[in-house]
Protein backbone atom coordinates (compact mmCIF):
# COMPACT_ATOMS: atom_id res chain seq x y z
CA UNK A 1 0.00 0.00 0.00
CA UNK A 2 1.53 2.77 -1.30
CA UNK A 3 2.12 6.08 1.63
CA UNK A 4 4.11 9.33 2.06
CA UNK A 5 4.99 10.78 5.89
CA UNK A 6 5.85 14.32 5.93
CA UNK A 7 7.86 15.65 8.77
CA UNK A 8 10.17 18.24 9.59
CA UNK A 9 7.82 21.18 9.76
CA UNK A 10 7.89 23.76 12.78
CA UNK A 11 8.37 27.14 13.37
CA UNK A 12 11.62 29.40 12.00
CA UNK A 13 11.86 33.17 11.97
CA UNK A 14 12.32 34.90 8.62
CA UNK A 15 15.26 33.99 6.96
CA UNK A 16 15.56 30.83 8.99
CA UNK A 17 15.12 27.40 7.13
CA UNK A 18 13.79 24.22 7.16
CA UNK A 19 13.97 20.82 5.61
CA UNK A 20 10.87 19.32 4.85
CA UNK A 21 11.33 15.43 4.31
CA UNK A 22 8.48 12.61 2.84
CA UNK A 23 9.06 9.17 3.32
CA UNK A 24 7.35 6.91 0.69
CA UNK A 25 6.68 2.99 1.62
CA UNK A 26 5.22 0.82 -0.70
CA UNK A 27 6.59 2.42 -3.65
CA UNK A 28 9.62 3.56 -5.06
CA UNK A 29 9.78 7.76 -5.67
CA UNK A 30 11.71 6.86 -9.06
CA UNK A 31 8.92 5.57 -10.54
CA UNK A 32 6.40 8.22 -10.27
CA UNK A 33 7.35 12.21 -10.54
CA UNK A 34 6.38 13.72 -6.94
CA UNK A 35 6.31 17.49 -5.85
CA UNK A 36 5.88 19.71 -2.97
CA UNK A 37 2.27 21.30 -2.77
CA UNK A 38 1.25 24.15 0.25
CA UNK A 39 -2.02 25.62 1.39
CA UNK A 40 -1.82 28.64 3.24
CA UNK A 41 -5.14 29.10 5.45
CA UNK A 42 -7.84 30.80 3.33
CA UNK A 43 -6.03 30.08 -0.05
CA UNK A 44 -5.92 27.40 -2.79
CA UNK A 45 -3.26 24.89 -2.86
CA UNK A 46 -0.47 25.92 -4.59
CA UNK A 47 2.27 23.53 -6.05
CA UNK A 48 5.85 24.43 -5.14
CA UNK A 49 8.04 22.01 -6.51
CA UNK A 50 8.09 19.01 -8.48
CA UNK A 51 10.97 16.42 -9.72
CA UNK A 52 10.19 14.04 -12.48
CA UNK A 53 11.56 10.49 -12.60
CA UNK A 54 11.76 10.45 -16.30
CA UNK A 55 14.86 12.80 -16.74
CA UNK A 56 15.50 14.41 -13.32
CA UNK A 57 13.94 17.71 -14.25
CA UNK A 58 12.78 19.74 -11.52
CA UNK A 59 10.14 22.85 -11.55
CA UNK A 60 9.57 25.26 -9.04
CA UNK A 61 7.24 28.21 -8.21
CA UNK A 62 8.48 31.23 -9.44
CA UNK A 63 7.74 32.51 -5.05
CA UNK A 64 10.28 30.09 -4.40
CA UNK A 65 13.03 29.73 -7.07
CA UNK A 66 16.36 30.55 -5.33
CA UNK A 67 15.21 30.10 -2.07
CA UNK A 68 13.77 26.28 -1.95
CA UNK A 69 15.26 23.00 -3.17
CA UNK A 70 13.87 19.64 -3.88
CA UNK A 71 15.53 16.37 -4.19
CA UNK A 72 15.25 12.53 -3.92
CA UNK A 73 17.54 9.88 -1.96
CA UNK A 74 16.57 7.08 -4.17
CA UNK A 75 18.49 4.87 -1.27
CA UNK A 76 16.47 5.64 1.62
CA UNK A 77 13.65 7.06 -0.82
CA UNK A 78 12.61 10.04 0.54
CA UNK A 79 12.31 13.47 -0.81
CA UNK A 80 13.50 16.66 0.76
CA UNK A 81 12.30 20.38 0.54
CA UNK A 82 15.13 22.52 1.52
CA UNK A 83 13.27 25.86 2.32
CA UNK A 84 16.13 28.84 3.08
CA UNK A 85 15.14 32.29 3.74
CA UNK A 86 11.92 31.69 4.97
CA UNK A 87 9.49 34.23 4.54
CA UNK A 88 5.72 34.76 6.61
CA UNK A 89 4.30 34.05 3.51
CA UNK A 90 5.91 30.73 3.24
CA UNK A 91 3.61 30.20 6.11
CA UNK A 92 1.24 26.88 5.45
CA UNK A 93 0.37 23.19 5.73
CA UNK A 94 3.01 21.43 3.19
CA UNK A 95 2.31 18.45 1.38
CA UNK A 96 3.90 15.95 -0.96
CA UNK A 97 2.41 13.98 -3.76
CA UNK A 98 3.38 11.53 -6.16
CA UNK A 99 2.29 11.87 -9.78
CA UNK A 100 0.40 9.63 -12.09
CA UNK A 101 3.83 9.38 -14.93
CA UNK A 102 6.71 10.42 -14.65
CA UNK A 103 6.75 13.69 -15.70
CA UNK A 104 5.06 16.63 -13.62
CA UNK A 105 1.71 16.92 -15.19
CA UNK A 106 -1.35 18.18 -13.47
CA UNK A 107 -2.31 14.69 -12.36
CA UNK A 108 -1.44 13.66 -9.05
CA UNK A 109 -2.85 10.93 -7.03
CA UNK A 110 -0.90 9.48 -3.81
CA UNK A 111 -1.11 12.63 -1.08
CA UNK A 112 0.81 12.49 2.84
CA UNK A 113 -1.28 14.11 5.69
CA UNK A 114 1.19 17.27 5.64
CA UNK A 115 3.38 19.12 7.94
CA UNK A 116 2.62 22.78 9.11
CA UNK A 117 5.54 25.11 8.76
CA UNK A 118 5.50 28.99 10.39
CA UNK A 119 7.20 31.61 9.45
CA UNK A 120 6.65 34.30 12.20
CA UNK A 121 8.89 36.54 14.24
Known amino acids: QAQLVESGGGVVQPGGSLRLSCAAT????????IGWFRQAPGKKREGVSCIASSDGSITYADSVKGRFTISRDSAKNILYLQMNNLKPEDTAIYYCATNRYSDCSDEYDYWGQGTQVTVSS
Open 26 to 33: GFSLDTFA
